[in-house]
């Protein structure tokens, strides 16, 4: 699976709570890391999803899991995945002398 990191959100990447139209019941549904289980997820334009839309990754990244806890619902969801993401450079072009996160402006993440 991927994504884009323009158009993308948190819970597009993990997994939210839903309801079933034809029911009405509750539903869990799975975002881009959960589908990518045991697979890569690629996300693109990455430079441009918001802070928080990145931080709702680092759980992914760490433990390997997606955890919802809403309305009553408590799941542990599998994202055993690689993530590669893909950043475009501030400037236009990348800077063989600046630091990865100088030519990406992605300063918060371990790079």
């Not at 948190?10 to 309801?19: I, K």
């Not at 802070?51 to 899991?65: K, L, N, S």
């Amino acid at each position: 699976p991927g994504a884009s990191g323009r158009g993308s959100s948190g819970v597009g990447l993990t997994a939210s709570l839903g309801h079933d139209p034809e029911t009405g019941e509750r539903r869990l549904e799975a975002g881009a890391a959960v589908l990518a289980d045991r697979g890569v997820l690629c996300i693109d334009e990455f430079d441009k999803m918001s802070p928080g839309d990145r931080v709702a990754i680092h759980e992914v990244m760490e433990q390997q899991t997606v955890t919802l806890s809403k309305a009553g619902v408590h799941a542990s969801l599998n994202a055993r995945c690689a993530i590669l993401a893909a950043a475009n450079p501030v400037y236009g072009q990348y800077d063989l002398d600046a630091r990865p996160q100088d030519n990406v402006g992605l300063y918060s993440l371990s790079v």
